[in-house]
C-alpha cells in the first residue's frame, strides 16, 4: 500500500507482487553468504518497533534484524507501556512516531490497526499481525523455508493443520501461495475453526483447488509440506471452547507414518501441543529453521522499504 505521503508500507503479502518476493528471497539469501556486506546499510536509521500485543518471535526478529544491519531500535511491546493505554489513537501515535524513526513495525490485536497506521505515518509501516486477520512477515519466513526445503513453490500440496480460523499467518501463507501453479491446499481443522468464509470465498475465485478436512492422518500422505498452527487461545470468546478444541491435533511421530520422506513440517511459533518434541530431530522438523528465515527476511525487507 502508498499513503498520500507516496510512503509504501507492507500491509498484506499480496502487496508484493511475485517478483518482489523473489528479489527479498535472493537478498536474503545474500545476507547468509555476505553477512559482512550488510553489516552497516542501516546506519543512522531507527526502527520502532510498536508491539500492542504480546510477542516474543517476532519483535526480537525485527529487533536482531535491524541490530544487524547497523541500525538502531526504539518501541515498546505492550499497549500498557504506551499512550494507547491513556486513549491515544493508532493515527496519532503512527504521526508522533513517524518523527521519532525511519520504519515501524507494528502488532496490534485489532484487525486493520496497521493499515490505520499506515495511512497517517510519513514512514513505512508493516503489519506485524493485526488480529486473527494477517501477518505478513511471518510469511515471508515461511516463503524462505519452502523455498531453501523445496527449491521453489510450484506444484505443491499444502497441508494447513489446527487453528485455521484465527490463525493470521495461515491466511497470509494461503494468500502467498495461491499465486503459484500447481498449488493446492488441505485444510485440515475442527469444524468450529475452518478457514473463514472471506478466506474460502479467494481460494473459489482464484480457483485454487482445496479440501477440507477434520482427518489428518487421511491425508497425510499426499502432503509436500505440514504447516501446523496453535489454537489461538486469546481470539476465543469463551475458555470452554478453547479447552475443547486446544488439543484437536498433535502430531506424534506415529502420526507420520503414511507420510512422504520429503514432508517440511512448519510451525510459526510458539509452539503448546501441537507437536510432540519427540519430532523436533526428525530431518523433516522445519520450525526452528524458519525462525532463523524471518529475521533473514525481516533484514530483507527493512533494507526494500528503506530503499538502502
Ligand atoms: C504467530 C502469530 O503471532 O500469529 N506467531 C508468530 O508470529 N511467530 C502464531 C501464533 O501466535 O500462534
New binding site residues.
Given amino acids: 500500500m502508498v499513503n498520500k505521503y507516496g510512503v509504501r508500507s507492507l500491509l498484506n503479502i499480496l502487496d508484493l507482487s511475485v517478483e518482489e518476493l523473489d528479489s527479498l528471497i535472493a537478498t536474503a539469501l545474500d545476507i547468509v553468504d555476505n553477512p559482512q556486506a550488510y553489516r552497516s546499510r542501516c546506519q543512522g536509521k531507527k526502527l520502532a518497533t510498536l508491539f500492542f500485543?504480546p510477542?516474543?518471535?517476532?519483535r526480537l526478529?525485527f529487533e536482531a534484524a535491524m541490530y544487524e544491519l547497523g541500525g538502531q531500535v526504539i518501541g515498546f511491546s505492550e499497549a500498557n507501556s504506551s499512550s494507547a493505554s491513556k486513549g491515544e489513537s493508532v493515527a496519532d501515535t503512527a504521526k508522533v512516531i513517524s518523527c521519532y524513526a525511519d520504519i515501524i513495525a507494528m502488532?496490534h490485536p485489532k484487525e486493520g490497526a496497521p493499515m490505520v497506521a499506515a495511512m497517517n505515518a510519513t514512514i513505512p509501516v508493516i503489519n506485524?499481525?493485526d488480529g486473527g486477520h494477517n501477518?505478513p512477515?511471518?510469511t515471508l519466513?515461511d516463503l524462505l523455508t519452502i523455498y531453501r526445503e523445496k527449491g521453489g513453490f510450484e506444484n505443491l500440496t499444502i497441508g494447513m493443520c489446527g487453528?485455521l480460523k484465527f490463525?493470521?499467518?495461515v491466511h497470509s501463507l494461503i494468500d502467498a501461495m495461491s499465486r503459484y501453479p500447481g498449488v493446492q491446499f488441505v485444510l485440515i481443522s475442527p469444524e468450529e475453526l475452518k478457514v473463514p468464509s472471506y478466506v474460502r470465498q479467494f481460494m473459489e475465485e482464484h480457483q485454487i483447488p482445496f479440501l477440507q478436512t477434520t482427518d489428518l492422518e487421511q491425508v497425510m500422505p499426499n502432503l509436500d509440506v505440514l504447516y501446523m498452527?496453535?489454537v489461538?487461545r486469546e481470539r476465543f470468546f469463551n475458555e470452554e471452547d478453547y479447552l475443547r478444541l486446544k488439543d484437536s491435533y498433535v502430531l506424534t511421530p506415529a502420526k507420520l507414518t503414511g507420510a512422504k520422506a520429503t514432508l517440511s513440517i512448519l510451525h510459526?511459533?510458539?509452539r503448546v501441543n501441537e507437536i510432540s518434541v519427540a519430532i523436533d530431530e526428525d530431518p523433516r522438523a522445519c520450525y526452528f529453521k524458519q525462525?532463523l528465515n524471518?529475521k533473514l527476511m525481516r533484514m530483507a525487507l527493512i533494507l526494500k522499504l528503506l530503499g538502502v
Avoid: F, I, Y
Wanted: cysteine-free.
Fill in positions: 500485543e510477542s516474543t518471535r517476532t526478529s502488532r506485524a499481525g501477518h512477515t511471518q519466513a487453528d490463525g493470521r499467518t498452527t496453535r489461538q510459526p511459533l510458539p525462525v524471518g
